[in-house]
């Protein structure tokens, strides 16, 4: 009935496959475990070596990285069940019953998206603090707040969908690197008048990256957010293009252009500090935007 799809890259994943795999055998389904290792180091290559005694797990590293859209769009193909559960490789559940929360809701046509949420205390290491500080401020969302928006507040770190409605959309490979597969994901369900029903069954993220690591995925992101927009796949329901547009309106271009210029590096290191002001990081990466559109 399940297909469990975790893509793979630099994280060791033993501990979270033991417990998704005993979870499923308690609810007495057919299930699979797919884990695909995109081009990892060495080291976790080694780690989630172990995966392979495990039983219903499929254990398969790739010879090279071909991208967060392309393996998810392979790991659907390979799949044998009718329903696929997408969870991202650098996470934990907080429940004993998480995988008998979303089969509660398994049905045709229908995408389930179960949420995120981060570790209630932030991190020791203090280079890591802003990625837990944003996830903790902008993406731990309640379920009410998510079902205003259902398709924007849509990720693709934790959702159910069957096979056969996944295969007839898939992620867009012409996006690399990081961020916006699931905007242009979410905007495609919408366009097809798929439902996203959101349930309080969150995943937690505990991959966080370091502040200079995540500003680099941060601006991979916003060069896929522009090449959307350079094709026409985006609309005003993702918040930075809404902002744009705003600029454009009220002629702030250039003044914001401007300011990033000059600023970006003193914006960096705001993002170092204890408990930063996010509204700095949203100007910082509508500066990023801008200076892709004028290059």
């Known amino acids: 009935m399940l297909s469990i799809l975790i893509p793979t890259y630099n994280f060791d994943v033993t501990n979270f496959v033991a417990d998704l795999s005993q979870q499923a055998k308690t609810c007495g389904l057919d ?22 005694k495990f039983t219903n797990v499929t254990y398969i590293e790739l010879p090279q990285n071909i991208g967060r859209s392309k393996i998810r769009n392979l790991l659907a193909t390979e799949a044998k069940f009718e329903y ?16 008998v929360n979303y089969l509660k809701h398994a049905k045709p046509n229908t995408v389930v998206y179960g949420g995120r949420n981060y570790e209630s205390k932030p991190p020791k ?15 731990t969302i309640s379920v009410a707040e998510r079902e205003r928006n259902p398709y924007h507040s849509f990720m693709t770190n ?28 979410g905007i495609e369900l919408k366009k ?8 309080n069954n969150p995943l ?16 991979e992101g916003i060069k896929n957010l522009h090449q959307l927009i350079n094709s026409g ?39 170092k500090k204890d408990k930063p002001n996010l509204k700095w990081f949203d100007l910082y990466k509508l500066g990023y935007l801008i200076s892709l559109t004028k290059s």
């Open 84 to 99: 696929l559960l997408f969870l991202d490789c650098d996470s934990k559940t907080n429940s004993s019953q998480f995988i």
């Open 233 to 271: 796949k985006v609309d005003k329901t993702v918040k930075l293009y809404r902002f744009y547009n705003l600029a454009k309106k009220v002629g702030l271009e250039t003044k914001i252009l401007s300011y990033y210029n000059k600023n970006k590096n003193k914006l960096e290191e705001k993002f």
């Open 31 to 52: 299930f699979e475990i797919l884990c695909f290792d995109d081009g990892s180091d060495e080291e976790f290559k080694l780690k989630n070596q172990s995966l392979k």
């Open 125 to 139: 290491e203090k280079n890591l603090f802003f990625r837990w500080w944003y996830g903790i401020n902008r993406e």
């Open 192 to 199: 097809k008048n798929i439902v996203i029903h959101h349930i």
């Open 158 to 185: 934790n959702f159910l969908i069957p096979k056969t409605l996944f295969l007839s959309i898939q992620l867009d490979e012409k996006l690399v690197g990081y961020g916006h597969e699931d905007t242009l994901f």
């Open 204 to 219: 937690c993220h505990i991959g966080l990256e370091s502040v200079d690591e995540y500003l680099q995925k941060t601006k």
